[in-house]
């Protein structure tokens, strides 16, 4: 399975960016897709997720300003990004968990981030 991430780039405060991630390969059902991010020096954090029952989590720090959306048939996720502030500045990961057979276990991959830069 294979998670290709892309849209990251530089955008101003206040400005929008939207990212995308589809998922390949060998797949029987996504369970859920969302996104990471990681600043210079923090920890990955969750930035939002999307359920395939149609849920959906944010951060705090981006509810309001994030919105993820799925194409579940085309095994993407979407995340737009409006109002982006200074401190949203961090490398951007996919994350989905993938059921690769009917009877097989669920397992995470990732994608290979995509970087978020604002400028103030």
């Known amino acids: 399975v294979q998670l290709q991430a892309s849209g990251g780039g530089l955008a101003q405060a206040g400005g929008s960016l939207r990212l995308s991630c589809a998922a390949s390969?060998?797949?029987?059902?996504?369970?859920?897709m969302g996104w990471y991010r990681q600043a210079p020096g923090k920890q990955r954090e969750l930035v939002a997720v999307s359920t395939s029952s149609g849920s959906t989590n944010y951060a705090d720090s981006v509810k309001g300003r994030f919105t993820i959306s799925s194409a579940n048939a085309k095994n993407t996720v979407y995340l737009q990004m409006n109002s982006l502030k200074p401190e949203d500045i961090a490398v951007y990961y996919c994350?989905?968990?993938?059921?690769?057979?009917?009877?097989?276990?669920?397992?995470?991959?990732w994608g290979q981030g995509t970087l978020v830069t604002v400028s103030s």
């Open positions: 390969g060998s797949i029987f059902s996504i369970n859920r």
């Open positions: 994350n989905a968990e993938v059921q690769r057979s009917r009877w097989g276990n669920k397992s995470d991959y």
